[in-house]
């Protein structure tokens, strides 16, 4: 099957400084990409959407200018936390699909710590 | 726009006892709805899909179902398992949108 990989799977960050995650599609072309964030016992939150070569599409209440999502190519996407707080520190998981396929293949995800 | 509800939000189970999930959706223009497991701190596993022309699926001891028309679908865990522990997440996407569940949370006992 479709395999999605994050990088890192966990970071540490000082407040302040910040964060990039990689989000990759192995074995195959992600023209969507989608980024969500989870805080302990709930579920995910989708925080925008990606198109290839496009600007990402956001959702209310995230601020773009600190979540900058850059989708470059068909296989990877970046998110980066600018200025990180401690509430910030959360789990954030990344997923893909391809052209009409409408399936969405998870990554791992990755846990920022920002203390 | 789509609000997805699950129920229980926890349910605890013996071993070996057949469960049921329930997950419903306010609209019924979908594509498709996937269930999801997730352990603590990890991230998905995708465990069925199911597109809006079926009515239902089946993976090994799970078996989903889906009511499109009443806006509902169902995770049948059939002689459950301590690994089957875990919460387990409906989503359904309406295109290009995907919106999740709040998840119920599954512990089954030794």
């Known amino acids: 099957g479709a395999v999605v990989s994050q990088h890192p799977s966990r970071v540490i960050c000082k407040s302040g400084t910040s964060v990039k995650i990689e989000c990759r599609s192995l074995?195959?072309?992600?023209?969507?990409m989608f980024w969500y964030r989870q805080f302990p016992k709930q579920s995910l939150m989708l925080m925008a959407t990606?198109?290839?070569?496009?600007?990402?599409?956001?959702e209310q209440g995230v601020e773009k200018d600190k979540f900058l999502i850059n989708h470059a190519s068909l296989t990877l996407s970046t998110l980066t936390v600018t200025s990180a707080h401690p509430e910030d520190s959360s789990f954030y998981i990344c997923?893909?699909?391809?052209?009409?396929?409408?399936?969405?293949?998870f990554g791992p995800g990755t846990r920022l710590t920002v203390t | 726009k789509q609000e997805v509800t699950q129920i229980p939000a926890a349910l605890s189970v013996p071993e070996g006892e057949n469960l049921v999930l329930n997950c419903s959706f306010t609209?019924?223009?979908?594509?498709?709805l996937q269930w999801f497991r997730q352990d603590p701190g990890k991230g998905l596993t995708s465990l069925l899909l199911?597109?809006?022309?079926?009515r239902e699926q089946t993976s090994g001891r799970l078996n989903a179902s889906l009511d499109k028309s009443s806006g509902r679908s169902t995770l049948y865990i059939a002689a459950s398992q301590p690994g089957d522990s875990a919460t387990y997440l409906c989503?359904?996407?309406?295109?290009?949108?995907?919106?999740f569940g709040t998840g119920t949370s599954l512990t089954v006992i030794p």
């Open positions: 990606s198109n290839e070569g496009s600007k990402a599409t956001y």
């Open positions: 989503a359904v996407n309406t295109g290009n949108q995907f919106y």
């Open positions: 074995d195959f072309q992600a023209t969507t």
């Open positions: 199911i597109q809006s022309s079926q």
């Open positions: 997923s893909a699909t391809g052209q009409g396929d409408y399936e969405q293949y």
């Open positions: 609209d019924s223009a979908i594509y498709n």
